[in-house]
């Protein structure tokens, strides 16, 4: 922001760039849907750029984002989701919610993961897979659930190659020791 | 409007120190930011990613993400931590004498 004032100063002003804190934070991503997938990415990517340290743990459906069979193939519905509204560039009907009824239509999902991706694209939002890249490339820690990997009969070779290793909830505590935990 | 003086020239800053004014940076100042938030020496790394920003900035008004840095200015995110640690997005812009990105990602 511009101050409007005058006001010369001989020490030259600075930036506070607080390169010392010790701010640490850990995302939690348990839903493996496309538009949930990206709230923690988003914040991660901010969170990254301000230099703080940043873990995310990936659970139940969240395991989707880090799972190299589904990663790429994210799906969005209406279904269930009484927040979304008609399609825009309806006029006025873009502003009603859809009726669960035409949510439930086959090839809807189809339709709407495509719409939202585009959305996603305009925006020159990367898709998952590139933005897990991203934010590895950031310094951020990927890690996988234990028991998530059992549950769903994955192993290593199945996930993400930038997830660092599989842990259980005990090793997520203590890595999260003295960090803001994002659940989402 | 609050002006500063960095190495012996009166510049216009915002009320956290960026550069307000494009035309009024050149590279001895871009030196002497750097050097004054602990980037001592600015190699041709350093010159590549700025001279990039500056570029992107005169043609757009924006100051580029770091994504846009990575993906149009063809360098490495990882490369530009270990330029700017930390913060790349925010000190290359302070560097460059421009604002702080706005985009989110």
């Not at chain 1, 709407?112 to 890249?133: C, N, S």
Request: hydrophobic share 45%; glycine share 8%.
């Amino acid at each position: 922001m511009t101050v409007t004032h005058t006001n010369t100063t001989e020490a030259p002003l600075v930036p506070d760039f607080d390169d010392d804190s010790d701010r640490k934070i850990c995302f939690v991503c348990s839903k493996g849907n496309l538009d949930m997938a990206y709230p923690a990415l988003i914040m991660a990517n901010g969170a990254l750029a301000e230099g703080i340290e940043t873990h995310i743990f990936f659970t139940f459906w969240g395991m989707d984002m880090i799972n190299k069979k589904t990663m790429d193939d994210l799906q969005f519905t209406a279904l269930g989701n009484a927040a979304m509204h008609m399609p825009p560039g309806l006029g006025k009907l873009s502003d009603k919610h859809m009726p669960q009824g035409l949510a439930g239509l086959p090839g809807m999902t189809g339709m709407a993961t495509k719409m939202l991706k585009k959305q996603i694209a305009d925006l020159d939002v990367p898709e998952v897979p590139e933005f897990l890249q991203l934010l590895s490339d950031m310094g951020a820690k990927l890690w996988a659930c234990q028991m998530s990997v059992d549950m769903m009969g994955l192993d290593a070779d199945d996930l993400f190659e930038e997830v660092v290793d599989v842990i259980n909830v005990g090793e997520f505590m203590e890595l999260s020791d003295g960090a803001q935990i994002v659940f989402v | 409007m609050s002006t500063t003086t960095i190495a012996g020239h009166s510049v216009n800053v915002n009320d956290e120190g960026f550069m307000t004014e494009y035309d009024e940076w050149n590279e001895d100042l871009g030196r002497e930011l750097a050097s004054m938030i602990g980037i001592d020496e600015l190699t041709a790394e350093h010159w590549e990613a700025i001279n990039f920003l500056r570029g992107d900035f005169a043609e757009r008004s924006e100051t580029p993400t770091l994504r846009r840095v990575t993906k149009v200015g063809g360098i490495p995110t990882k490369q530009l931590f270990v330029l700017f640690p930390k913060k790349p997005a925010k000190k290359m812009a302070y560097v460059a004498g421009l604002p702080k990105p706005k985009g989110c990602v």
